[in-house]
């Protein structure tokens, strides 16, 4: 096991390395720079201020200085966003509020998605299975900005009669706040897992441990969700981990339209701003992020089948 263990660190610092090295090339590879806008200044302005920020070095120098501090611990200051304001301290400033709201997306979307899922495969052929079916396809295939947008239409003052909730999204509206953001960001997720978990448990309940179940007359609760479930959990567990951490540093769009000051909207708005420390910082902390719950979804395989062996091709 800690062999497995320390072989799964150092790939995935490799991984946050090629990461790091692909987004800085073809984030330097993007026409323009961060001085550009309506109002353009002077060149001579323009170079002092590359001067000032290295960004007038040749590129591979920029890139050895830049892994320098990372590996230092230093991801740089704000160059447009909040001028000369670390990244590190506005990433642990905004990650919390996306966190708040992803956390509940994502348990909404399991919490309801894998038992919607053993219900169709219990139910396959009959009506319920068709309606979930339906359902499931509808919500994997709007995209977010649409549900987001439609939901803002209808109950944040389009239609005045269904106005319950707030326009913007604030800690002072209190729980208001969170429906409809962590319902957008949990829908395509929930259906997904549905269909997912649908399809697993049709694969578990054909085998023949479950027909012995059956046989020895278990009641069919204890065969679906202790039996069949288990194995069917494995493909579930495996979108859960990277959808966790995707969901968790914020979705991009959902944050931009209920205006969630997040760590998704200033990922979007250090991209438009071409504020290169922070589209740096914010994609190392979200692949340093996946790699870290692709880890977990391997020990969790453990926990739900302990016949997985981890350490299996560790050698």
């Given amino acids: 096991m800690g062999k497995y263990l320390i072989k ?27 001085w550009l806008s309506d109002k353009t200044p002077p060149q001579s302005v323009i170079d002092a201020l590359n001067a000032k920020y290295g960004l007038d070095k ?15 611990g230093d991801f740089g200051a704000s160059i447009k966003m909040s001028k000369n304001r670390p990244v590190l301290e506005m ?8 966190a708040s ?8 979307a399991a919490l309801v998605g894998i038992p919607l899922g053993c219900l169709a495969a219990y139910r396959r052929g009959k009506l319920v299975d068709s309606v979930l079916r339906v359902v499931t396809t509808l919500g994997v295939s709007l995209p977010s900005f649409v549900v987001a947008t439609t939901l803002m ?4 003052g389009g239609i ?19 429906v409809l953001p962590c319902f957008c960001l949990g829908l395509y997720p929930m259906c997904y897992i549905a269909r997912l978990t649908r399809s697993s448990m049709l694969d578990a309940i054909n085998q023949e441990y479950i027909k012995t179940a059956y046989a020895k007359g278990l009641s069919v609760v204890p065969i679906v ?4 479930l288990r194995n069917a959990l494995i493909p579930v567990i495996t979108y859960i981990g990277p959808l966790t951490a995707f969901t968790l540093c914020g979705g991009f769009v959902v944050e931009n339209v209920f205006g969630i000051p997040g760590l998704g909207k200033a990922f979007v708005q250090s991209i438009t701003a071409l504020d290169y ?37 560790a050698s």
């Fill in 91 to 98: 990433i642990t400033e905004k990650f919390p509020i996306s």
């Fill in 101 to 108: 709201l992803g956390i509940v997306a994502v348990a909404w």
């Fill in 153 to 156: 239409v209808l109950f944040c």
């Fill in 58 to 72: 040749p590129l591979p120098e920029q890139y050895l200085r830049y892994m320098g501090n990372l590996l230092q």
């Fill in 277 to 313: 420390p922070m589209i740096m910082g914010t994609a190392i902390f979200l692949a340093t992020f996946i790699v870290v719950m692709n880890l977990l979804v391997d020990i969790m395989y453990k926990v739900v089948d302990p016949r997985i062996n981890l350490t299996q091709g």
């Fill in 160 to 178: 005045p009669a269904l106005h319950f909730f707030p326009n913007t999204f604030s800690a002072a509206n209190g729980i208001r706040g969170y």
């Fill in 225 to 228: 969700f202790k039996h069949a």
């Fill in 8 to 34: 799964r660190v150092l790939m995935a610092l490799f991984t946050v390395f090629l990461v790091a090295t692909v987004t800085f090339f073809l984030m330097n590879a993007v026409p323009g720079n961060p």
